[in-house]
């Protein structure tokens, strides 16, 4: 059983152009979360996604970033006219529902530069 | 709002020595606890997680963890490490209205030698 898949494992970008990342969950999973971490920082919460909608986008950016869990295919996170600041790793993860017995599995993250 | 501290940031210790990893969060609410561990180029994979009940928690690998309410930490405990241990490990919590959304420490590089 395939665990989570992000691709590409590290992304190189200019500044002003677009970032797209992108998360296989596990099979049957359905609920999306993607965070992240900083340098010298912990993982930060960004946005909670099931199919075809954006349930909790709390810690999301209100300008450039945006995500998306289509019916069919990964999830998408988005970044448009990327700057400096938005180096970072970039996790994913999934999980079978919401309950608080449910754990979340993570991706290997995507390592975004922008130079 | 919820955080967490992970007052290590590196702890290099000797194969088969007892090690203990640190951490205290802050929160108004009841919360769950976890630890993660991420091993190079790999995903965090959970080690353990307290949600309520017993406050000693056995996780995998050897680890356990004990919640301290009065003292509000989790430590993150084994008593004899292997190479293989040696990964960053990171603390978490959530809240009981938002379980999903966890807040992290910045983690802890453990460098277990020989």
């Known amino acids: 059983n395939a665990g989570v898949m992000q691709n590409p494992r590290h992304l190189v970008r200019r500044r002003g152009q677009e970032a797209r990342l992108r998360c296989s969950p596990m099979k049957g999973h359905s609920h999306v979360y993607w965070y992240r971490q900083l340098p010298e920082e912990g993982l930060k919460f960004m946005v909670y996604?099931?199919?075809?909608?954006?349930?909790?986008e709390s810690g999301m950016p209100k300008e450039r970033f945006s995500a998306e869990f289509p019916k069919e295919g990964p999830s998408i996170l988005r970044i448009q006219q990327v700057v400096r600041g938005d180096s970072a790793a970039y996790f994913c993860?999934?999980?079978?529902?919401?309950?608080?017995?449910?754990?979340?599995?993570f991706g290997p993250g995507t390592r975004l530069l922008v130079l | 709002a919820q955080s967490v501290t992970q007052l290590d940031s590196q702890v290099p210790v000797f194969e088969e020595a007892p090690v203990e990893l640190r951490c205290n969060y802050s929160?108004?609410?009841?919360?769950?606890l976890f630890w993660y561990v991420q091993y190079p180029n790999q995903g965090l994979q959970l080690l353990l997680k307290?949600?309520?009940?017993?406050?000693l928690v056995k996780g995998i690998n050897g680890f356990e963890a004990e919640f301290n309410k009065s003292q509000t930490s989790f430590h993150l405990r084994k008593p004899s490490v292997h190479i293989s241990d040696t990964a960053e490990y990171f603390c978490a919590v959530s809240e009981g209205g938002s379980n999903y959304k966890l807040t992290f420490g910045k983690g802890t590089l453990l460098t277990v030698n020989p």
């Open positions: 993860a999934s999980s079978p529902g919401r309950g608080r017995q449910e754990t979340q599995y």
């Open positions: 996604l099931q199919k075809e909608n954006i349930i909790d």
């Open positions: 307290y949600l309520s009940g017993s406050t």
């Open positions: 929160s108004s609410v009841s919360v769950y």
